[in-house]
C-alpha cells in the first residue's frame, strides 16, 4: 500500500528556515514526479513546488521562488521542502504528493498527483 509521510512542521518566527520531509513507501518512488502543497484555514489548496523523477527540473509557486527549495533522495525514497526567509503567510498544512512521471503535464494541478500524504503544519509567528 503505498505511503506518504510528511515530517518537520513546528511553530518558527517570520524569517527563520524549516525543512519539511515526505518519506515515501509501497511504490517504485523513481517513477513518480513528487510534489508540495499546502493549505491555510479557509483558503484553496495551493501548489508550492515539484520536482521531476530524477530530481533534474523543478519548479515553483511564484509566492515561494528563490525562498523555498524542493530536494529528493532517491536512495532514502524522501522529498524535502527547503523553506527560508519564512513569513507568516506560508502557515499552512503542506502536504506532499506523487504522480507517475509519464503522466503528469501540468506540476502544478493537484489533479495530476496519485498519492498523497496526510500533512504536516507550517505555522509562522510575526
Known amino acids: 500500500q503505498e505511503h506518504l509521510i510528511e515530517s518537520g512542521g513546528g511553530l518558527v518566527q517570520a524569517g527563520d528556515s524549516l525543512r519539511i520531509s515526505c518519506a515515501a513507501s509501497?511504490?517504485?518512488?523513481?517513477?513518480?514526479?513528487m510534489g508540495w502543497f499546502r493549505q491555510a484555514p479557509g483558503k484553496e489548496r495551493e501548489w508550492v513546488a515539484a520536482i521531476s523523477w530524477a530530481g533534474v527540473r523543478t519548479y515553483y509557486a511564484d509566492s515561494v521562488k528563490c525562498r523555498f527549495t524542493i530536494s529528493r533522495d532517491n536512495t532514502k525514497n524522501t522529498v524535502y521542502l527547503q523553506m527560508n526567509t519564512l513569513k507568516p503567510e506560508d502557515t499552512a498544512a503542506y502536504f506532499c504528493?506523487?504522480?507517475?512521471?509519464?503522466?503528469?503535464?501540468?506540476?502544478?494541478?493537484?489533479?495530476?498527483?496519485?498519492?498523497w500524504g496526510r500533512g504536516t503544519q507550517v505555522t509562522v509567528s510575526s
Open positions: 504528493a506523487a504522480g507517475h512521471e509519464s503522466r503528469v503535464l501540468n506540476y502544478g494541478s493537484g489533479a495530476q498527483y496519485d498519492y
Open positions: 509501497g511504490f517504485s518512488f523513481t517513477d513518480y514526479a
